[in-house]
C-alpha cells in the first residue's frame, strides 16, 4: 500500500468501518525487522504551514520548556509545545500520528514526551548515538520498551541540515550499557561508546531517512540513533512525539514533569482535519 491509499484508506472507509486504520502488513513488518518505517508525505504544505507559523514565537519564549544550544541563544529543543500552544495540542491528538503508533503498540496510549527540535541553521548542534529506551527505563524507570517516537519532518530532511541516522536491526539489541553524558551539548544524555557503534553498524550499517516537510518517520525505542550538526544554511525543525502504551507508565517522577510527562490518560485522535480547521480559521480571522 502506498502513502497515498494509507491516507485515502483512512478517509473513505476508517470512519465507515468504525475501527483504526493505518499501517499495511507490510509497513508493521519492516517496522519489527528494521526498527523503523519512512512515510512520505502524510502531511501537506498547509498542514505544515499550520505548525510552522507557531516555531518563530514559540522559540522567541523565555520559557523553561526552550533548551538552548551550548553556548547560543539557537533553540536545540523545546519540550511540552503541546500544552502551551493550540497547533501543536492538536498535533499530538492527530489521528495519523497517533492511530498508527496505537496499532503498534497494540492499545491505549500516552504522550510521553514531546519535542521540536531545531536543529537550526549552522548552529544545531550534534545528538550522540544513544537509545531513547536508555534515558526512559534509567531516569523515568519505565517498565518495559513498549514505547516509540512518531516523527513528523516541518522542514525538508536533506543529507546537509543535520538528519537522523539510524543503525537498522538494532532495536534487537535490547537497552545497551550506555554513559551519561553531561558534557557534549546542552542536553544529558545517556550515550552508547564508540566500540558498540562500531560493532552495530558492522552488522546494520547506517541509514539516514531523508524526504520533504509533512514526512513521518516512526522508530522503536531501542532503534540506535544519532545525528550530526547542522552547518548548512537550512533549518531541520522537526517535531517528535514520544508515546507509550498506558499500562507502561513511567513509575520514577525526578525528571522536571515538562520532560517526562505523568499525564497517563490514553489519547483521544482528533478529527483528521483538525490542523487545516485553524488554517481556515486564522484566513476567516
Ligand atoms: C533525539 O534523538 O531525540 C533527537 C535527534 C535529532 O533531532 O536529531
Ligand atoms: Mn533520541
Known amino acids: 500500500m502506498t502513502i497515498l491509499e494509507f491516507r485515502l484508506g483512512r478517509r473513505s ?24 518505517v519512512f512515510l512520505p508525505q502524510v502531511f501537506d504544505a498547509e498542514e505544515v504551514a499550520v505548525l510552522m507559523r507557531e516555531v518563530p514565537d514559540i522559540f522567541a ?20 509545545a503541546h500544552t502551551f500552544n493550540q497547533a501543536f495540542s492538536r498535533l499530538g491528538q492527530h489521528p495519523r500520528l ?16 514531546f519535542k521540536v527540535n531545531a536543529k537550526a541553521a549552522f548552529d544545531g548542534d550534534v545528538w550522540q548515538w544513544h537509545q531513547d529506551y536508555g534515558t526512559w527505563a534509567r531516569d523515568d524507570l ?37 554513559g551519561h553524558d553531561l558534557e557534549t551539548t546542552s542536553y544529558p544524555l545517556w550515550t552508547l561508546d564508540n566500540d558498540t557503534v562500531r560493532r552495530l553498524v558492522d552488522e ?27 552547518i548548512s544554511p537550512f533549518g531541520r525543525t522537526i517535531v517528535y512525539l514520544s508515546l507509550c502504551h498506558v499500562d507502561n507508565h513511567i513509575r520514577r ?33
Open 98 to 113: 497517533i492511530e498508527p503508533v496505537m496499532q503498534l503498540l497494540d492499545g491505549p496510549i500516552y504522550m510521553h514526551q
Open 253 to 285: 517522577f525526578e525528571r522536571p514533569e515538562w520532560i517526562a510527562h505523568r499525564d497517563f490518560t490514553p489519547i483521544e485522535p482528533l478529527p483528521d482535519d483538525c490542523l487545516k480547521e485553524l488554517s481556515r480559521e486564522a484566513e476567516h480571522a
Open 13 to 36: 472507509s476508517a470512519a465507515e468501518m468504525g475501527k483504526v486504520m493505518g499501517l499495511s502488513q507490510e509497513q508493521i513488518q519492516e517496522f519489527h525487522r528494521q526498527g523503523y
Open 204 to 230: 546494520g550499517g547506517i541509514v539516514a531517512p531523508k524526504g520533504s516537510a509533512g514526512s513521518v518517520l516512526m522508530f522503536h525505542c531501542n532503534l540506535v540513533h544519532a545525528s550530526p550538526s547542522n
Open 142 to 178: 519505565m517498565p518495559e520498551p513498549r514505547a516509540m517516537n512518531i516523527a513528523l519532518f516541518l522542514e525538508d530532511v536533506t543529507e546537509f541540515n543535520g538528519p537522523l541516522m539510524f543503525i537498522p536491526k538494532s532495536h534487537k539489541q535490547g537497552k545497551l550499557e550506555a
Open 61 to 80: 519564549q523565555d520559557r523553561k520548556e526552550n533548551v538552548r544550544e551550548k553556548g547560543s541563544r539557537a533553540v536545540r529543543t523545546t519540550f511540552a
